[in-house]
């Protein structure tokens, strides 16, 4: 890895940039690590790496992710197709706005039957559009305003590549013409989930490995199915209605599944703050009084 580094010249307020080399190898199945500086031959850094326990790593300890996988090859981007047409559309937006501005300019055009000599000794500054002054055209002159059409083909191509980057996957903000439920919106978006699903799983299996590596760092024991790190695939808002809040309450008094399992349903539909733990919520609720109904009121009346 090349990386810059700064050389203090004994001035808290200047410093030189230099460059340094940062090498990570595997020698004989070992990891190694070194360090060069700008002009200097011999490595300020070389050292191989050991765990909690004093063991040698026999592997590097650096994870590549990507958006098609997790190989040191770089993967085509998901927004280069995105980025290549929306350089063609900022052409055609800069054609219609030349077009727009040329053809907003009106232009004067006039015909006179007087000759040129005259027509200067008659409008000796010209002729000037407005109102505060007159000019002579001679017996059969006319004088007419003409203003040009704005051409409509790039607009219709900028169109064609608005709907292209929708189609590409670009979220852009317009009015549904009619009501669309969340599962239409899903299956119409599945192709631009799958990607991002990819790409949140190369990044969850690298992060979880970089962390295995430091708890060999930390205690020498790492336990991969202890440790659970996998980024949130759900990339449409999950919605409860009544409806549905009521049946996993009567899953819950059926004993098919735990309190826990609702409240975490809850949290991910923003019904219960994400922030708020089951601990919490449960010393709040002891905190408060009993609940009463009409029912409840009436007994104790009668007894």
Same mark, same amino acid.
């Given at each position: 890895?090349?990386?810059?580094?700064?050389?203090?010249?004994?001035?808290?307020?200047?410093?030189?940039?230099?460059?340094?080399?940062?090498?990570?190898?595997?020698?004989?199945?070992?990891?190694?690590?070194?360090v060069?500086?700008?002009?200097?031959?011999?490595?300020?850094?070389d050292?191989?790496?050991?765990?909690?326990?004093?063991?040698?790593?026999?592997?590097?300890?650096?994870?590549?992710?990507?958006?098609?996988?997790?190989?040191?090859?770089?993967?085509?981007?998901?927004?280069?197709?995105?980025?290549?047409?929306?350089?063609?559309?900022?052409?055609?937006?800069?054609?219609?706005?030349?077009?727009?501005?040329?053809?907003?300019?009106?232009?004067?055009?006039?015909?006179?039957?007087?000759?040129?000599?005259?027509?200067?000794?008659?409008?000796?500054n010209?002729?000037?559009?407005?109102?505060?002054?007159?000019?002579?055209?001679?017996?059969?002159?006319?004088?007419?305003?003409?203003?040009?059409s704005?051409?409509?083909?790039?607009?219709?191509?900028?169109?064609?590549?608005?709907?292209?980057?929708?189609?590409?996957?670009?979220?852009?903000?317009?009015?549904?013409?009619?009501?669309?439920?969340?599962?239409a919106?899903?299956?119409?978006?599945?192709?631009?989930n799958?990607? *991002?699903?990819?790409i949140?799983?190369?990044? !969850?299996?690298?992060?979880?490995?970089? #962390?295995?590596d +430091? &708890? @060999?760092?930390?205690?020498g024991?790492p336990?991969?199915?202890?440790?659970?790190?996998? *980024?949130?695939?759900?990339?449409?808002?999950? !919605?409860?209605?009544?409806?549905m809040? #009521?049946?996993q +309450? &009567? @899953?819950?008094?059926?004993?098919?599944?735990?309190?826990?399992?609702?409240?975490?349903?809850l949290?991910?539909?923003?019904?219960?703050?994400?922030?708020?733990?089951?601990?919490?919520?449960?010393?709040?609720?002891?905190?408060e009084p009993?609940?009463?109904?009409?029912?409840?009121?009436?007994?104790?009346?009668?007894?």
């Amino acid at each position: 890895f090349a990386e810059l580094y700064h050389v203090d010249d004994g001035d808290e307020f200047t410093f030189e940039t230099k460059m340094q080399y940062r090498a990570l190898t595997l020698d004989d199945g070992t990891y190694r690590h070194r360090v060069w500086r700008e002009s200097e031959d011999v490595p300020i850094l070389d050292t191989y790496p050991t765990d909690y326990n004093g063991k040698t790593f026999d592997h590097i300890p650096f994870y590549f992710y990507g958006s098609e996988n997790n190989d040191a090859c770089i993967d085509k981007s998901p927004l280069e197709d995105l980025a290549e047409v929306n350089i063609l559309h900022y052409g055609n937006s800069a054609t219609v706005e030349e077009s727009g501005f040329i053809s907003s300019q009106p232009t004067l055009i006039f015909t006179t039957d007087i000759q040129p000599s005259e027509f200067e000794e008659w409008n000796p500054n010209g002729i000037q559009i407005g109102s505060t002054s007159g000019y002579c055209l001679g017996k059969v002159g006319t004088a007419q305003m003409l203003q040009a059409s704005e051409g409509n083909l790039s607009r219709t191509l900028m169109q064609d590549k608005e709907n292209q980057m929708l189609m590409i996957g670009a979220r852009i903000v317009q009015q549904s013409g009619q009501n669309e439920t969340a599962e239409a919106a899903r299956i119409r978006y599945s192709s631009d989930n799958s990607v *991002l699903g990819t790409i949140a799983g190369n990044v !969850s299996e690298a992060i979880k490995s970089a #962390l295995l590596d +430091v &708890q @060999l760092y930390m205690s020498g024991n790492p336990t991969p199915d202890v440790i659970v790190f996998w *980024l949130n695939q759900e990339f449409f808002d999950e !919605s409860m209605d009544s409806q549905m809040i #009521l049946a996993q +309450v &009567q @899953l819950w008094q059926q004993g098919i599944i735990a309190k826990s399992d609702i409240r975490t349903n809850l949290r991910q539909a923003a019904i219960i703050d994400a922030d708020r733990t089951d601990d919490e919520i449960d010393t709040e609720r002891e905190a408060e009084p009993p609940v009463s109904g009409a029912t409840t009121d009436a007994t104790e009346e009668d007894e």
